[in-house]
């Protein structure tokens, strides 16, 4: 008899869950079959690297969007999200801080579970990793010593550009000039921005070609420094995952699409980034 309560009060919940979620989808009706998705796959199915944990493969040194904080610990727009999409997948978040370039071959090779890094979607990439939804739009910018007589992209030609290695500036800059590029043999790749900036500041390289973002930052952090109004290119951040993981692709996408509905990862966003500048 009492086993029979139990399971009437069972089936009692389960009547009112799949009633709620109902509910949940009558009010957003698109969105219904994703969350449903979600729940399943929190439950149960998707592996991660380590058990409990969620790895993250980024490069700490991209700020607002992760950087080493004061404490020596991780902190930034990235960071933060990562976090809440842990949160919500009942694992702990671990940040794999190394250099951009390794981000994508740690998921590959299966050392972490999501790279996210200020991670630009590009055709190439998604040979490699499965991606999330977008999250935030980056854009390429140039930053010159304020006298420089770069005036705009037009300008680049002939010039000694710096960026970071492996990364979208880097290709795009490196490329042939028929595809819109200044050529290998004008650029230099940099281990990372900061570097990059040092190398323009030291007068090794006439600019920086970086997300706009951090380049904000290093031209904050650096006197005699500006941005050229003339953007480069407006390019997409997502998550990377590994593409022998779409159980895992699901259940991070669902939790990220989440707190973009909720509005959760614009406050982050705009707990980094003042938007009123
Ligand atoms: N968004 C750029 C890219 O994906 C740079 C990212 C970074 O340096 N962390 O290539």
Excluded: W
Excluded at 76 to 104: C, T
């Amino acid at each position: 008899m009492k086993k029979m309560k139990k399971l009437l009060a069972f089936a009692l919940a389960l009547t009112m869950a799949v009633g709620m979620s109902a509910c949940g989808s009558s009010s957003k009706a698109t969105e219904a079959p994703a969350a449903e998705g979600a729940d399943q796959n929190q439950a149960a199915s998707f592996t991660t690297v380590a058990e409990g944990e969620l790895h993250m493969a980024t490069n700490a040194a991209f700020p607002p969007y992760e950087m080493v904080s004061d404490d020596g610990g991780f902190e930034g727009i990235d960071v933060e999200i990562a976090e809440a999409i842990a949160a919500k997948l009942g694992l702990e978040l671990v940040v794999d801080d190394m250099d951009f370039s390794s981000v994508i071959v740690a998921v590959q090779q299966g050392k972490a579970d999501i790279a996210m890094a200020g991670l630009t979607v590009t055709e190439e990439r998604k040979e490699n990793v499965d991606f999330t939804e977008s999250y935030a739009t980056g854009i390429q910018v140039v930053i010159v010593p304020e006298d420089s007589d770069i005036a705009s992209i037009d300008d680049l030609e002939g010039k000694q550009i710096g960026c970071q290695e492996g990364t979208t500036g880097y290709i795009y800059c490196s490329d042939i000039p028929e595809n819109g590029g200044y050529g290998e043999e004008n650029v230099t790749a940099y281990t990372n921005g900061a570097n990059a900036v040092q190398a323009l500041l030291t007068g090794k390289v006439d600019c920086v070609v970086i997300d706009s973002e951090p380049a904000k930052q290093y031209v904050a952090q650096n006197e005699g420094l500006k941005i050229l109004e003339t953007e480069f290119t407006v390019e997409d951040y997502a998550i990377g995952v590994g593409k022998d993981n779409p159980e895992l692709l699901d259940a991070v996408n669902s939790a990220l699409k989440e707190l973009i509905d909720d509005g959760s990862v614009q406050k982050i966003v705009d707990s980094y980034i003042n938007t009123n500048e």
